[in-house]
């Protein structure tokens, strides 16, 4: 059986159509799947369901199948066949995965051959053209998109296209690992249109990004943009990307704490690190309106001060002059923080940000300024740039 849409596809090209007795809801190609019984979404199996299909083997989605799924399906006796589907070479290298499993490997190895020779068509027609900006809308309500290393940016690349929202790739092989955040988010209350809580954020953001392709730099750490979705309900999305990738975060659990979001809950014990907890050197949150960055607060993590003094010193004519001890976060930055990777917060002009726009039907563009938004592009760029290029990454505390 399949759990996932493209899963069945890939069964049914490597010839394993007749062996496939159940398959997940929206297989719909190619039309011989939408014939066969469903046993749920990608995310919600029907496990009764299963049972009585009795299925030997169950073929999963490595990066998209949920936890917990596989040890299940084991536990009623299902042998698990895990397929990654991150880069499009997996796709060919999946079919042939499946058609061994099937015993149609004849069938499969076609149908790879012919995929990877399509792919090398593509890639020799569309190299070399003038490459085209796309933003790639999956939904919007809530509105998101992908970026950083995703298969449908490197579809977009392989035909000409540039994920406006993917990242800066690092030039150094062995500091390819590490990364440099920025982040934003994109929901916002409804009452107004979100322009300084937090589309300033997000301009800053991609403006920040812009200036670094534009300057064709080559960063010794991956320079990634980060913009999520559910900070307004408690920093839903940064919270979900950390617990995933960086840490888990121990937090007291009584009945009391858990009417509160997750993130505001007070933690109950040192971050219990996963493999990529070493890998950020540092989380740059915008989320405090549109005005020009005056500094730069380092919550606590005192060992950044000297440090961040350097760095502001060439943008003194800009009006960057300040390093603050200080902390405090109640944004997507909280995440970070509580899983132990450096999060500083710039120190901008407050303008009318908290005393008329925040959360407000005045959250509007009116209220941003071109002149601020643009100074405080080039403070976070040159930020950016200067974490990325460091020899180490930045101290923890």
């Not at 015993?103 to 068509?121: F, K, L, N, P, S």
């Not at 005192?302 to 010193?313: G, N, S």
């Not at 950016?384 to 101290?395: F, G, I, K, S």
């Amino acid at each position: 059986m399949s759990v996932a849409p493209n899963l069945t596809e890939m069964l049914f090209a490597a010839g394993a159509a007749d062996q496939v007795v159940a398959v997940s809801a929206f297989s719909d190609y190619p039309e011989a799947a939408r014939a066969l019984p469903q046993i749920g979404d990608a995310f919600r199996l029907d496990y009764e369901r299963i049972v009585a299909l009795a299925p030997t083997v169950a073929v999963i989605w490595k990066t998209g199948t949920p936890a917990g799924v596989a040890e299940r399906l084991q536990g009623l006796g299902i042998r698990v066949v895990s397929i990654p589907t991150e880069k499009l070479d997996d796709i060919a290298t999946g079919v042939e995965t499946l058609g061994a499993l099937a015993g149609t490997g004849e069938v499969a190895g076609a149908a790879a051959r012919d995929y990877r020779q399509r792919i090398a068509a593509l890639r020799e027609r569309y190299g070399g053209r003038p490459q085209i900006r796309v933003f790639v809308q999956i939904d919007g309500a809530p509105l998101f998109t992908i970026g950083g290393p995703h298969l449908i940016t490197e579809i977009l690349g392989l035909c000409g296209g540039v994920n406006v929202f993917a990242e800066i790739p690092s030039a150094d092989p062995t500091r390819a690992r590490e990364l440099v955040m920025v982040g934003a988010h994109l929901d916002s209350w409804h009452a107004g249109t979100g322009a300084t809580d937090d589309g300033a954020g997000v301009l800053i953001a991609m403006e920040a990004m812009r200036i670094l392709r534009a300057l064709d730099v080559r960063p010794r750490r991956t320079i990634r943009v980060a913009l999520w979705t559910g900070e307004e309900q408690g920093a839903l999305g940064s919270l979900a990307w950390v617990t995933r990738e960086l840490a888990t975060i121990p937090r007291l659990d009584s009945a009391a704490h858990r009417l509160i979001p997750e993130a505001m809950r007070t933690p109950s014990g040192p971050p219990i690190p996963k493999p990529g907890h070493a890998s950020v050197s540092a989380m740059y949150d915008l989320d405090q309106g549109g005005g020009r960055i005056r500094g730069v607060r380092v919550n606590r993590d005192t060992v950044l001060m000297p440090l961040f003094e350097r760095w502001i010193a060439p943008l003194k004519d800009l009006g960057v002059a300040i390093v603050s001890p200080r902390g405090g976060c109640a944004s997507d930055c909280l995440p970070f923080e509580q899983a132990g990777i450096p999060a500083p917060r710039f120190l901008q002009d407050p303008l009318d940000y908290t005393t008329r726009t925040l959360h407000s039907s005045s959250d509007t563009l009116d209220h941003l300024i071109p002149d601020d938004l643009k100074q405080a592009a080039v403070v976070v760029a040159t930020f950016l740039y200067n974490t990325a290029q460091r020899d180490e990454m930045l101290p923890r505390k």
